[in-house]
């Protein structure tokens, strides 16, 4: 079966095999020539360079996507696995201290693709400035959100601009040339998703967070990107915005959206670009294609009610996660998360029990390349103790707008950036964790709480010292999704 | 082994698969964790510092131990439900108890959690491998199943 279908592939796809050209596509994309666009004028640019690894290494997936792209458009993707994947990994091993021009690094891709690199680079530039708004120290949170919302209008307002609706990921990822750049170009793929998990993981590691605490957590970030994420090959699928930045995606589930969307948009280029069978004019047209499913003006006037499931406007979401579409065998808000199996986003990562709906909002965990949301600080401790590696923990104090960030070395000793942090933690019934187990920013936070709550009246506060060593084991409470990944052969699918 | 001995082996894994609660997967083979039963511990914990973190068998251990720069301790399920054989490396050496032997006879790695496994003494492995009518097994010390273990593969 695989060998006939490997047969059909290299051998070219019919025209009636192959997704045909909308008569609706966008008069823009057949147009040549250039239209440069530019960063919304603000103040807040470039405050990326602030946290300066970060910055360095974000500059550096722009010249590795480039030099895969012009590998492919140039024909030498018979060299994509060997000198391109080294030339590529020199740079991401030294990478540039400011973003290089995409352009002249793919000459022969922009020439064949303009269009396409207007559709990267302008949502490149909402990747850039999403984070340049959220790293700028000169606003108040509430400030930083009202501007992301501005900048979303901003960015809409170009005809390059994809939609910020959740798309169905299963159906994005269905076309007959789809998965094949995966499995042919493994390590090459690997990059790219590298730098996906990146440019999806830093949302959470700035949002509401004072930007003093951010590069810190860049410490832990990075040498995960750098030494595992890039060279990863066993991801089942893409990294999703809202797998690895979900209170950012709640919060703002059009930009996650639209980011998931661009990098599907890259998968299903990548695919095309490398697909043998297909003459130049398929390769064209079919990523026009690929260009206009995912287009801001393909969806207009459709919303996430808008039900039409496993089809190009399908815009369901998981009923606890807006900024993410369906993914394959999602239901309802079970997904398969790669390296953590099946996961309920609605649900405490460490011990099943629903996540609060209101204040506080629990915490999160980043540890081992994945990001899980939990319940309480007890939580987010035991689940980052049982994890190997340095970890990070985002959570909620009694002051909303005091963000506690706690980052661990190897041997889960932890730091905090609040000097006078204080733990209360009377271990008992799980479903009431977020009662028993907080974080107060100081003791008088925490006496106050223990006067509005009887309950756990006499209940010493602990240090962060005497915190890191507790253990409270396995929550009893625990339900593990026994299901097959659905990515694998004979999966769920 | 017979049959039906691993049938049974296989089967209280499986049903303690369903019924436990909080089965991560295995930091070294990937495979699930497998939980204590009230016959037998199958649980093997790794402390390092303020972590504990739980591995499939003993054989994923010490593969595995490279990666933790530092003092462990290492608490691996023994024939007494509750009480765990306790090895320590410590400064890059490891030492157990007086007597402690392994068994580690699986041909593939979903048979760990079963076939590799720590005794406290020669006649509790003895037992062991009576009971499950193990065949061509040997009782390795920490320091033979060390080297058994960290020895490239053919």
């Known amino acids: 079966m695989i060998a006939l279908l490997s047969l059909v592939l290299s051998a070219g796809f019919g025209q009636d095999q192959l997704p045909p050209v909308p008569p609706d596509l966008p008069s823009w994309i057949r147009a040549k020539g250039m239209d440069e666009l530019y960063y919304k004028s603000a103040p807040y640019n470039w405050s990326i360079n602030r946290i300066p690894k970060f910055a360095r290494d974000m500059y550096a997936t722009g010249v590795g996507h480039s030099m895969a792209y012009e590998a492919l458009a140039s024909g030498r993707e018979a060299e994509l696995e060997t000198t391109t994947f080294e030339r590529i990994n020199r740079i991401l091993k030294n990478p540039p201290r400011l973003p290089v021009e995409e352009m002249a690094l793919s000459p022969t891709f922009v020439r064949k693709y303009g269009y396409l690199e207007k559709v990267f680079d302008w949502a490149h530039t909402l990747h850039f400035q999403t984070i340049d708004v959220l790293a700028y120290p000169g606003w108040s949170d509430s400030r930083k959100e009202q501007e992301l919302e501005e900048l979303w209008s901003f960015y809409q307002s170009e005809p390059y601009a994809l939609t910020g609706l959740p798309m169905n990921m299963e159906y994005l990822d269905s076309f007959p040339y789809s998965k094949g750049f995966r499995q042919k170009y493994p390590k090459v793929n690997g990059l790219f998703w590298g730098y996906h998990w990146l440019q999806t993981v830093n949302y959470d590691m700035l949002y509401r967070v004072p930007t003093a605490d951010q590069a810190p957590q860049y410490e832990v970030i990075g040498e995960r990107y750098r030494e595992v994420e890039l060279y990863n090959e066993t991801r089942d699928f893409m990294p999703m915005t809202a797998e690895l930045s979900p209170r950012f995606a709640k919060r703002f589930p059009q930009l996650a959206n639209a980011f998931d969307n661009l990098h599907m948009l890259h998968d299903n280029v990548n695919d095309i670009l490398s697909q043998p069978g297909l003459t130049d004019l398929q390769r064209e047209q079919q990523i026009q294609i690929a260009i206009y499913r995912v287009l801001d003006s393909t969806h207009r006037g459709e919303s996430e009610d808008t039900l039409r499931p496993n089809s190009l406007h399908d815009h369901r979401h998981p ?6 579409g369906m993914m394959v065998g999602s239901d309802e808000d079970e997904m398969y998360m790669s390296g953590m199996g099946w996961m309920n986003m609605s649900e405490c990562g460490h011990c099943s029990v629903p996540m609060p709906e209101e204040e506080p909002w629990g915490a999160t965990v980043t540890a081992d390349g994945w990001t899980m949301s939990v319940r309480c600080l007890m939580c987010a401790r035991d689940m980052a103790s049982e994890t190997p590696g340095r970890a990070i923990i985002r959570a909620a104090t009694e002051d909303p707008k005091k963000l506690l960030i706690l980052v661990s070395d190897d041997e889960g000793n932890w730091t905090s950036n609040i000097s006078k942090v204080v733990f209360l933690e009377k271990f008992g019934e799980h479903p009431d964790c977020s009662g028993w187990s907080r974080a107060f920013t100081n003791d008088s936070a925490l006496k106050q709480y223990l006067v509005a709550n009887p309950e756990y009246a006499g209940m010493p506060g602990l240090n962060l010292s005497a915190w890191s060593k507790l253990n409270q084991g396995k929550p009893d409470t625990y339900r593990r999704i026994d299901r097959p990944n659905p990515y694998k052969r004979g999966g769920n699918k | ?54 591995y499939r068998c003993i054989f994923c251990v010490f593969k595995d131990q490279k990666r933790y720069k530092g003092d462990l301790v290492v608490y691996a399920p023994s024939e007494k439900v509750g009480e765990p054989v306790i090895l320590k490396r410590t400064e890059g050496k490891w030492t157990g108890p007086d007597g402690v032997v392994f068994l580690n006879s699986f041909k593939k790695h979903v048979d760990c959690a079963a076939l590799s496994r720590a005794f406290s003494n020669s006649a509790a492995y003895d037992a062991y491998v009576k009971k499950n009518d193990l065949k061509d097994t040997k009782a390795f010390t920490l320091v033979e199943f060390i080297d058994f273990v960290v020895k490239p593969a053919k």
């Open chain 1, 319 to 324: 009923p606890s996660m807006p900024g993410m």
């Open chain 2, 1 to 54: 082994m017979k049959f039906h001995n691993l049938f049974v082996v296989a089967l209280c894994f499986s049903i303690a698969s369903i019924t436990s609660a909080h089965e991560g997967d295995c930091p070294y083979c990937k495979l699930k964790l497998v939980q204590n039963t009230p016959e037998q511990d199958n649980e093997v914990v790794l402390r390092f510092g303020n972590k504990k973190i739980e």
